[in-house]
C-alpha cells in the first residue's frame, strides 16, 4: 500500500514537471513563431496555386471564390489548377461550371491511383505535372485543402513570408473554425500538441526530422527545392504526406517550419464526431512515426495532463499545479491562434483522454487492416 502511494505521487510529480516544462516552451514558441505581414509587398514570381479535391461539394465553390479573391492580389504570374479525384458526389460537375463560367480555373479529371500511391499526394504530383509541363514552369507552388478559405492578403503575405525568412516550405496554419462541443473539445489540439512540444527556434534551423512539423491545409514552397526534393512522389505512400513533405524538402537541403496562420486563412477541417473520428482514425496511428510511438506519446500525455488533475482532486496541490499548467498551455495557444480560450481550456484533461481514445482507435483500425479514407482503404499494415 506504501509504495503504491508512493509510486503514485511520483507520477504527480513526474506528470507535472512535464506539464510545467511543456507550459513553458508553450510560451516561448508564442513569443518567436513568424506571422505572416498582411502589409507587405511580394515579388512578382510566378506562382501555381494548386487544389486537390475529392467529393467536396459542399467546399468546393467557397473555397475557390476565396481563392481567386487572393489571386487578385498576387503581382505576378499565376495559374491556379484544380484536380477532381474521382469525386463520385457531384464535385466533378461543379467544377465544370465553375470552369466554364471563370476561366482563370483550370481543371483537371484525375487518373486512378497508382500502386504504391495514397490518393492526396498523387493528387497533387498531378497537378504539379500539369503546371510543369503546360507553359513555364512555376517558382512556388502553392497547395490549398478545399476546407481552408483564404483571405484577400493570404498569398502576398505568406510567400513574401517565406522569402524574407530564407525559407524554402512555409505552412501558415489557418485559424480552426469550431462550430459543436466535439470540435472544441478535440480540434484545438492539433495547434496545442506542436506549440506545446516543439522548440520552433531549432526547429527552424534544424535539419533532423524529428524537428518537424507542417500543416497541408495551406503549404507553400519554392519549386525549385521541391523538385531537388523529389516532389510528392517523394513521400507518395505517406498517410501525414505534408509532414514528410518537409522532411524530404530538409534532406534536400531546405528549410521549413509552421507559421501562425489565423490571420490569412481559416479552416473548418471536421463537422461533428463523426468526421473527427474517421479524420484521426486514418491518421494517428502513424501520427508520431510509429505505433509504438503513437502509444509512447500519449502515455507520456496522459501522465502530464490527465494524472496531475486526478490527484488535484483528490486534495493534491502538486496536481492542482500540473492541472493550472496545461490549461495556461491551452490559454497561451488559444490566445496566439485566436481560439476558444475560455472555458474549453479547463476541459483540457478531457480534450486529452479524447485523443487517447482516438488513437487507440487508430491503432486498432491499422491492425486490423480497415483504414479508410473518403471511400478508399488506405491498405493492411505491412
Known amino acids: 500500500m506504501v509504495r503504491a502511494r508512493s509510486l503514485g505521487q511520483a507520477a504527480v510529480w513526474a506528470g507535472t514537471c512535464i506539464a510545467f516544462a511543456s507550459l513553458a516552451l508553450t510560451i516561448d514558441n508564442a513569443r518567436r513563431i513568424r506571422v505572416p ?3 507587405v509587398i511580394a515579388q512578382p514570381e510566378s506562382l501555381a496555386v494548386l487544389l486537390p479535391v475529392r467529393n467536396e461539394i459542399d467546399n468546393v465553390r467557397p473555397c475557390l471564390a476565396a481563392t481567386l479573391a487572393a489571386v487578385e492580389r498576387w503581382p505576378g504570374p499565376v495559374r491556379v489548377i484544380v484536380v477532381d479525384d474521382e469525386s463520385t458526389d457531384g464535385t466533378g ?10 476561366s482563370r ?6 487518373a486512378p ?3 504504391g500511391w495514397l490518393g492526396k499526394p498523387w ?5 504539379v505535372r500539369h503546371a ?5 514552369p512555376p517558382e512556388v507552388l502553392v497547395f490549398v485543402d478545399a476546407d481552408v478559405r ?4 493570404a498569398l502576398v503575405a505568406t510567400i513574401a513570408l517565406m522569402r524574407a525568412a530564407n525559407l524554402d516550405l512555409v505552412c501558415p496554419f489557418p485559424r480552426q473554425v469550431l462550430a459543436g462541443p466535439a470540435e472544441r473539445l478535440v480540434q484545438p489540439l492539433l495547434q496545442w500538441s506542436w506549440m506545446s512540444t516543439l522548440p520552433l527556434g531549432p526547429a527552424e534551423r534544424s535539419a533532423r526530422p524529428s524537428l518537424s512539423a507542417a500543416n497541408g491545409q495551406l503549404l507553400a514552397v519554392d519549386a525549385a527545392t521541391y523538385r531537388a526534393a523529389g516532389g510528392h512522389a517523394a513521400v507518395a505512400g505517406e498517410v501525414i504526406e ?4 518537409l522532411r524530404a524538402v530538409k534532406a534536400a537541403g531546405g528549410r521549413g517550419l509552421v507559421a501562425e496562420g489565423s490571420g490569412v486563412a481559416d479552416c473548418r477541417m471536421y463537422d461533428g464526431w463523426r468526421e473527427i473520428r474517421a479524420g484521426y482514425r486514418k491518421s494517428l496511428w502513424t501520427a508520431f512515426g510509429s505505433t509504438g510511438g503513437a502509444a509512447a506519446v500519449m502515455a507520456v500525455m496522459a501522465l502530464a495532463y490527465v494524472v496531475p488533475p486526478i490527484a488535484a482532486v483528490r486534495g493534491s496541490r502538486i496536481g492542482l499545479i500540473g492541472y493550472f499548467c496545461g490549461v495556461a498551455s491551452r490559454v497561451a495557444v488559444a490566445r496566439r491562434t485566436r481560439g476558444h480560450a475560455w472555458p474549453d481550456a479547463l476541459a483540457h484533461p478531457a480534450s486529452v483522454l479524447a485523443l487517447v481514445a482516438l488513437t487507440a482507435d487508430s491503432l486498432v483500425a491499422r491492425c486490423r487492416g480497415t483504414l479508410q479514407w473518403k471511400d478508399r482503404s488506405l491498405g493492411a499494415p505491412g
Open 37 to 39: 505581414d498582411r502589409d
Open 93 to 102: 460537375r461543379a467544377l465544370a461550371e465553375i470552369s466554364a463560367t471563370d
Open 105 to 110: 480555373v483550370e481543371v483537371l479529371t484525375g
Open 113 to 115: 491511383t497508382p500502386d
Open 123 to 127: 493528387a497533387c504530383e498531378q497537378l
Open 132 to 136: 510543369d509541363s503546360t507553359g513555364d
Open 150 to 153: 483564404l483571405r484577400p492578403h
Open 242 to 245: 505534408d509532414i514528410a513533405l
